[in-house]
């Protein structure tokens, strides 16, 4: 049969061309086949306050993974999140108040943070497209430009980070204001953008990384200087009889075991129980709209077919005191209502159902997160993979954690807990088998002398470890 060369010409063409669009349609297979991460996470919510939370439960813990031994390096806020932005604890990233990371001089104003040497960087440069929606750091001004690393940067300002309305938002380049109409509740305003993102993503087709993060339950600071906790309307009223959580540390009488500080506090009477109820009770009515949150990222992730290729976390930065131990309103304290956290994850290889109760940190997020990714980190990082810790059972049910506030430092096992502070005042061991709720420190005990000293010797080499290989202490 002759061939004509015009005909020749058009074959090769369109075998070309089809070569071209498999080739085109491989390598979206292929940098798809790495999944998309959204992390998102809530503001001070102690881990019981995420028994409110029915549809996250549902979505995010039956149908993933529970660790029930989930901890943050450090209860605060900047803290805290630089620990999960650089994967490393405080003592090595540098942030060890919210002072130094916005304060005058602080690392915010001369870059000792580097911005532009964080995960989102690092999956930036992997493919990724990462997004910032919701609060970033309490300091952050109107005037701060989108961060490097960030292809997106939907974030809430100052002065009006913690504010449910009248609020601020740095959409990229453009100051969006927003005010007290019942549309205008941050929590429903950050679920919107994220959906809206979602499906611009799963148009897009490249991998994505998602940071969702929103104020609730964090307490609201208002122009008069008052303080509030605005629930979403829907949800005004909810929860009016529900009592305070009162475990045995509640109020605890005697503290002669304790620091000389909490020595010095007050036992709680009736009108500061009455606040304490008050505010648990606005805490929980603000996560009932993040539980809806929940559902709508879900429900987006499904409907644009990305829940397959999704790895989905819940946490939050630090937890809260609500009368344990005769500490009310606060934070940055290394028991474990201030350290232990909630964290879900669905999806990857953390299976539906299970539960874990290895100890973990939230710079472990990070490595994760890197490693899922095929990312390369720009800085040396100490924490360890969920999901090689999950295969190697022997080693994470030994691993021991450093937990710090820059006044007191605790290593954390899956057993025992022991905190030494800088004022030389005292030192406590918990035997967390038997006292979970840190009543009778052992510190003194002649049948726990040699666990003391181990547990002092593991937390010297994790108060200057470095990299994951130094920060994996094993537990004798």
């Not at 609020?167 to 019942?182: E, F, K």
Request: glycine share 6%; net charge neutral; with cysteine.
């Amino acid at each position: 049969m002759h061939i004509s060369p015009q005909c020749g010409r058009r074959n090769i063409f369109f075998l070309l061309l089809a070569t071209a669009v498999f080739v085109f349609f491989a390598d979206l297979r292929a940098a798809q086949a790495r999944p998309n991460f959204v992390v998102i996470s809530t503001d001070d919510q102690t881990a019981q306050q995420l028994q409110r939370m029915p549809k996250t439960l549902e979505l995010l813990a039956a149908k993933g993974t529970v660790l029930s031994n989930f901890h943050v390096a450090e209860p605060l806020c900047e803290p805290s999140r630089v620990s999960f932005l650089t994967g490393q604890y405080p003592h090595n990233h540098g942030i060890t108040t919210n002072a130094t990371f916005w304060g005058p001089g602080g690392s915010f104003d001369n870059d000792k943070l580097g911005h532009a040497n964080t995960i989102a960087a690092w999956l930036q440069n992997a493919g990724y497209y990462t997004s910032m929606i919701g609060k970033y750091m309490n300091g952050l001004s109107q005037n701060t430009k989108p961060i490097a690393g960030w292809s997106d940067w939907q974030v809430v300002v100052n002065p009006t980070s913690v504010r449910m309305y009248d609020y601020t938002m740095r959409d990229n380049n453009v100051l969006v204001p927003y005010g007290s109409a019942p549309e205008d509740y941050k929590t429903d305003v950050l679920a919107e953008r994220a959906i809206e993102t979602i499906r611009e993503r799963a148009a897009a087709g490249n991998p994505f990384f998602m940071w969702l993060s929103v104020t609730a339950p964090h307490i609201e600071v208002l122009p008069d200087d008052q303080y509030a906790l605005r629930p979403a309307p829907r949800h005004a009223g909810r929860f009016a009889r529900t009592p305070l959580p009162k475990p045995p540390s509640y109020n605890e009488a005697d503290v002669s075991d304790k620091p000389s500080w909490i020595r010095k506090l007050p036992l709680i009477d009736a009108a500061g129980e009455a606040e304490l109820t008050d505010l648990y009770r606005s805490e929980i009515r603000s996560l009932l709209a993040v539980d809806d949150l929940v559902e709508g990222v879900m429900t987006a992730l499904a409907d644009e077919r990305l829940l397959d290729n999704t790895v989905v976390f819940f946490t939050s930065d630090n937890g809260y005191e609500h009368g344990e131990h005769r500490l009310a309103f606060g934070k940055k304290i290394v028991y474990e209502e201030g350290t232990r956290m909630p964290l879900l994850a669905r999806g990857g290889c953390f299976a539906p159902g299970k539960k874990l109760s290895f100890p973990a940190v939230n710079l472990d997020l990070t490595r994760t997160i890197v490693d899922l990714a095929g990312a390369k980190p720009g800085r040396k990082l100490d924490g360890q993979s969920l999901c090689t810790l999950q295969r190697n059972a022997a080693v994470a049910n030994r691993r021991a954690i450093i937990l710090t506030n820059g006044h007191s430092n605790a290593v954390r096992t899956k057993r025992y807990v022991y905190i030494e502070h800088a004022d030389g005042s005292t030192r406590e061991l918990y035997d967390l088998a038997t006292d979970p709720y840190q009543l009778v420190s052992l510190h003194n005990s002649p049948a726990h002398a040699a666990i003391r000293s181990a547990l002092a010797a593991d937390l010297a080499k994790l108060e200057t470890c470095k990299g994951a290989a130094a920060c994996l202490v094993q537990y004798p």
